[in-house]
């Protein structure tokens, strides 16, 4: 029997990865807003297939910032895929931040 | 500083970029926010609550010559600046004592005072984010003639004079803003001899509260009236009298050495020309260079 072709769309699906973010702030501190929006902008940019960011602030949650081993704010811990990353600072040298995430240049528009 | 990062690791050289707001301090269970940090969260709070402040403002909280300066310049000062916090009663530098640190306030306030044998020490000056505090330094001099007093406590920047001389030597503009900076200050402590000598003590209370508020970025000054009299030069009786008058016009609200500015408008409208004059002057030496953009970090 003959198996139906691949639908593309499954084949693009299964090839997506989502990619999960977790940035960690100070409240509304100068650094940590330039952090959000840098970082939102290169989302909105270069993760339209899917992304999760969650924005932890240590001023609210100060012993899950402990726990999880947070230096300094804003920090930036790609959890997944693998390999795991982090970046300090206000994300601000773009070519950094997309290092981080593991976006690919060439894949990356201009 | 405070902090025990990893030496030269890329957490220390976000720090020294200006790039961290924040810092946990595990062996106290600890949160720290650094100063600008903490003082941009002050800011935000008095103005709006959510407020989103744009890159560029960072700058415009912090000192005035300090954020003048082009980014390469500012950044390279960096690696020598130091944020300290300066408690009321310090004393920055000595007349005739070399002078250890020049120091850019952010919101702390300094007088500087000269010294007279026999008579307590007399107010000629206040230095706060406008300026800078060690100027001779700036001439190639390494001492002063006068005190420098922190008067209300806060944060500056300090640099060591080794370190300034060189900065000096390396970054045209840095020369520029103190030059105008400079020009600014004689002014200043020239309008204060004119205005001691021919204005009311009320007028004259009224023009160093708003300058000290000013500079403190607050409205409310820790002062008592004795210290007060010796800034101003009068008799303490002086200063009580002009103080309860400010009172009863609900401009300021005294009580306990502890001075709130209430109505800035109306102090300014009591204060002498002198309040205006120079801080006109200040203003000046920042404008004809321009908005300046730069990027935070």
Same mark, same amino acid.
């Given at each position: 029997?003959?198996?139906?072709?691949?639908?593309?769309?499954?084949?693009?699906?299964?090839?997506?990865?989502?990619?999960?973010?977790?940035?960690?702030?100070?409240?509304?501190?100068?650094?940590?807003?330039?952090?959000?929006?840098?970082?939102?902008?290169?989302?909105?940019?270069?993760?339209?297939?899917?992304?999760?960011?969650?924005?932890?602030?240590?001023?609210?949650?100060?012993?899950?910032?402990?726990?999880?081993?947070?230096?300094?704010?804003?920090?930036?811990?790609?959890?997944?895929?693998?390999?795991?990353?982090?970046?300090?600072?206000?994300?601000?040298?773009?070519?950094?931040?997309?290092?981080?995430?593991?976006?690919?240049?060439?894949?990356?528009?201009? | 500083?405070?902090?025990?990062?990893?030496?030269?690791?890329?957490?220390?050289?976000?720090?020294?970029?200006?790039?961290?707001?924040?810092?946990?301090?595990?062996?106290?269970?600890?949160?720290?926010?650094?100063?600008?940090?903490?003082?941009?969260?002050?800011?935000?709070?008095?103005?709006?609550?959510?407020?989103?402040?744009?890159?560029?403002?960072?700058?415009?909280?912090?000192?005035?010559?300090?954020?003048?300066?082009?980014?390469?310049?500012?950044?390279?000062?960096?690696?020598?600046?130091?944020?300290?916090?300066?408690?009321?009663?310090?004393?920055?530098?000595?007349?005739?004592?070399?002078?250890?640190?020049?120091?850019?306030?952010?919101?702390?306030?300094?007088?500087?005072?000269?010294?007279?044998?026999?008579?307590?020490?007399?107010?000629?000056?206040?230095?706060?984010?406008?300026?800078?505090?060690?100027?001779?330094?700036?001439?190639?001099?390494?001492?002063?003639? =006068? *005190?420098? /007093?922190?008067?209300?406590?806060?944060? &500056?920047? $300090?640099? @060591?004079?080794?370190?300034?001389? +060189?900065? #000096?030597?390396?970054?045209?503009?840095?020369?520029?803003?103190?030059?105008?900076?400079?020009?600014?200050?004689?002014?200043?402590?020239?309008?204060?001899?004119?205005?001691?000598?021919?204005?009311?003590?009320?007028?004259?209370? =009224? *023009?160093? /509260?708003?300058?000290?508020?000013?500079? &403190?970025? $607050?409205? @409310?000054?820790?002062?008592?009236? +004795?210290? #007060?009299?010796?800034?101003?030069?009068?008799?303490?009786?002086?200063?009580?009298?002009?103080?309860?008058?400010?009172?009863?016009?609900?401009?300021?609200?005294?009580?306990?050495?502890?001075?709130?500015?209430?109505?800035?408008?109306?102090?300014?409208?009591?204060?002498?020309?002198?309040?205006?004059?120079?801080?006109?002057?200040?203003?000046?030496?920042?404008?004809?260079?321009?908005?300046?953009?730069?990027?935070?970090?």
């Amino acid at each position: 029997m003959r198996r139906p072709p691949r639908k593309p769309k499954a084949r693009a699906a299964a090839l997506t990865t989502v990619v999960v973010l977790r940035l960690y702030v100070a409240g509304g501190a100068p650094n940590s807003l330039q952090a959000i929006a840098n970082l939102e902008a290169i989302c909105k940019e270069y993760l339209k297939d899917g992304h999760k960011l969650e924005i932890v602030d240590i001023l609210e949650h100060p012993r899950r910032a402990m726990a999880e081993g947070v230096l300094v704010t804003p920090s930036l811990a790609k959890l997944s895929p693998l390999p795991a990353a982090n970046l300090v600072g206000n994300l601000s040298d773009k070519a950094k931040v997309l290092l981080a995430l593991g976006i690919k240049r060439a894949a990356a528009a201009a | 500083m405070l902090l025990r990062l990893p030496k030269g690791g890329p957490e220390q050289q976000a720090v020294d970029a200006g790039e961290i707001d924040a810092v946990v301090d595990y062996a106290n269970s600890n949160v720290i926010l650094l100063p600008a940090a903490r003082r941009a969260l002050r800011e935000a709070s008095r103005r709006a609550p959510a407020a989103s402040r744009k890159a560029g403002d960072e700058a415009s909280i912090a000192n005035s010559v300090l954020s003048a300066l082009p980014h390469e310049d500012y950044q390279r000062l960096l690696a020598s600046l130091e944020p300290v916090t300066l408690k009321s009663g310090e004393v920055l530098h000595e007349p005739g004592v070399p002078i250890r640190y020049a120091y850019f306030p952010v919101d702390c306030v300094i007088s500087l005072l000269t010294m007279m044998e026999g008579h307590p020490p007399l107010a000629v000056g206040l230095v706060g984010h406008e300026g800078m505090v060690g100027i001779p330094l700036a001439l190639g001099i390494d001492v002063s003639s =006068a *005190r420098a /007093l922190v008067q209300e406590p806060g944060t &500056a920047m $300090r640099m @060591e004079s080794a370190f300034f001389r +060189e900065e #000096l030597l390396r970054s045209k503009p840095l020369q520029e803003g103190l030059h105008r900076y400079k020009h600014a200050l004689v002014g200043q402590i020239a309008q204060s001899v004119a205005c001691n000598q021919f204005h009311p003590v009320q007028a004259r209370l =009224a *023009r160093y /509260l708003l300058m000290t508020g000013d500079r &403190a970025r $607050r409205k @409310e000054l820790r002062l008592t009236h +004795e210290f #007060l009299a010796d800034m101003l030069g009068v008799r303490r009786a002086g200063v009580t009298l002009a103080a309860l008058a400010l009172q009863r016009r609900k401009l300021i609200e005294y009580s306990r050495g502890k001075v709130t500015l209430l109505d800035r408008r109306g102090l300014n409208a009591l204060a002498c020309v002198c309040y205006g004059i120079v801080k006109a002057m200040h203003d000046s030496a920042y404008r004809e260079r321009g908005p300046r953009k730069r990027t935070a970090g």
